[in-house]
Nanobody, 118 residues
């Protein structure tokens, strides 16, 4: 399984950014796609996830109401739309995937840097 996140960059407070994650190497039926982030000096934290089949979403409290996870099954792509960005959203964002039967994410992609200036 290969995952590659892209779309990061520098944005002002209040701005928006959409991250993309290309997924390949298997069919993702019954799998879950997630987004995580890691800020300098902090542990990696969960941002949000989506089930491949039904598109059911789940978010961390910090992302609720501002971020949206979506997927394009035909293109094997997962997206993270980030709105109303804050400086504390600055981090390296990574996508990951796991079987719905797994407790832990199994495959990780390289991250993309998001920097929100105040």
């Amino acid at each position: 399984v290969q995952l590659q996140a892209s779309g990061g960059g520098l944005v002002h407070t209040g701005g928006s950014l959409r991250l993309s994650c290309s997924a390949s190497g298997r069919t993702f039926t019954n799998w879950i796609m997630g987004w995580f982030r890691q800020a300098p000096g902090k542990e990696r934290e969960f941002v949000g996830q989506i089930t491949w089949n039904m598109g059911t979403q789940y978010y961390a409290d910090s992302a609720k109401g501002r971020f949206i996870v979506s997927r394009d099954k035909a293109k094997n792509m997962v997206y993270l739309q980030m709105n109303s960005l804050k400086p504390e959203d600055t981090a390296v964002y990574s996508c990951a995937t796991k079987s719905s039967a797994s407790n832990s994410y199994m495959y990780w992609g390289q991250g993309t840097q998001v920097t929100v200036s105040s």
